[in-house]
């Protein structure tokens, strides 16, 4: 609701214009008698004044000042104004010397149509624009909502998604999968609010060491995955092996001024022929894997 104030010199030179439209038949005509007046035709044209100044107060209190309202409103004020004239010559008898009033009539209307219309053209390109940037937003809006809620990463569903569309491209994509092994020890010893930071600060850690067209994604819980795209399997172990050398080098400091090193398995997984939902339980099968291989190797 923009109101009266921000447009209140295109009404008031509407009303001056107006206004000086009734004082110039006033002084020049005289009133016709009763019996010549046609009401019919005063209710028509006077009814159309008053609608378009309807759509003037309605357009002016919903929009902003700029080139757009300015054309829309000089538009319709000069088809108020033929109209206003019309409303006139059915209430004021004019000399037959006086050619003003034609030019009044039958002007204002097709100027007023024409700046209308270029108005509307505007219009209809900012509303295009508004509507682009609205696109824009809902489909952030939509994107954001795959977002982790403690990390800066995407979550599984966002992965999937992508997956689908990998699978399709000419070179097979890999499937990056990795894990803290030492989580649980790590939450039982840090607490909750220390685990969660270390989280974090490890998700940042990867997405420093991946490569930019890289996505990477919380999988679940202490489990993350990375879609690796035109990259070899030879490649994408040597990625897989020099993330876990960061987070090994990693010192992660707690609340109460500890330093704390974590471990990260990782296991790669190339696409193959079956679906999303497959190629995710083959990369987990794959990660349990190594992570029981190591653990193992480990103990021994």
């Not at 700029?66 to 409303?87: C, E, H, K, P």
């Not at 979550?155 to 070179?171: F, N, T, V």
């Not at 993330?243 to 992660?252: I, K, R």
Request: hydrophobic residues 50%; contains cysteine; charged residues 25%.
């Amino acid at each position: 609701m923009w109101g009266f104030a921000l447009h209140r010199w295109k009404w008031f030179g509407l009303l001056t214009i107006a206004s000086a439209i009734l004082a110039l038949n006033t002084l020049t005509g005289t009133l016709k008698p009763m019996a010549e007046v046609v009401w019919l035709d005063i209710a028509g044209e006077g009814g159309a004044a008053l609608l378009v100044l309807i759509w003037l107060a309605l357009m002016l209190n919903s929009r902003p000042a700029g080139r757009v309202t300015n054309l829309l409103a000089l538009g319709l004020s000069g088809i108020f104004v033929a109209y206003w004239q019309d409303v006139m010559d059915e209430v004021i008898q004019l000399p037959a010397t006086i050619v003003w009033d034609h030019w009044l009539e039958s002007g204002a209307m097709p100027v007023g149509m024409l700046l209308l219309t270029l108005g509307l053209y505007h219009w209809h390109k900012e509303q295009q624009a508004i509507c682009d940037q609205l696109r824009k937003r809902e489909k952030l809006f939509r994107e954001h909502r795959d977002f982790d809620r403690l990390t800066p990463l995407t979550r599984a569903g966002y992965l999937r998604e992508h997956l689908a569309l990998a699978s399709r491209c000419a070179a097979p994509p890999v499937l990056l999968m990795m894990e803290l092994p030492d989580f649980d020890a790590h939450r039982r010893h840090l607490g909750e609010r220390d685990s969660q930071r270390l989280l974090q600060e490890v998700a940042e850690l990867l997405l420093l060491n991946l490569r930019r067209n890289d996505l990477l994604c919380r999988y679940a819980g202490h489990r993350f995955a990375a879609l690796l795209t035109d990259i070899d399997a030879r490649q994408a172990l040597d990625l897989a092996r020099e993330l876990e050398q960061a987070v090994a080098a990693f010192a992660f400091k707690s609340a109460q001024g500890g330093t704390h090193y974590s471990r990260l398995v990782t296991a790669i997984t190339e696409a193959g022929a079956d679906t999303p939902e497959a190629w995710l339980e083959r990369a987990n099968r794959d990660l349990d894997e190594v992570r029981r291989r190591r653990a193992t190797n480990v103990a021994a």
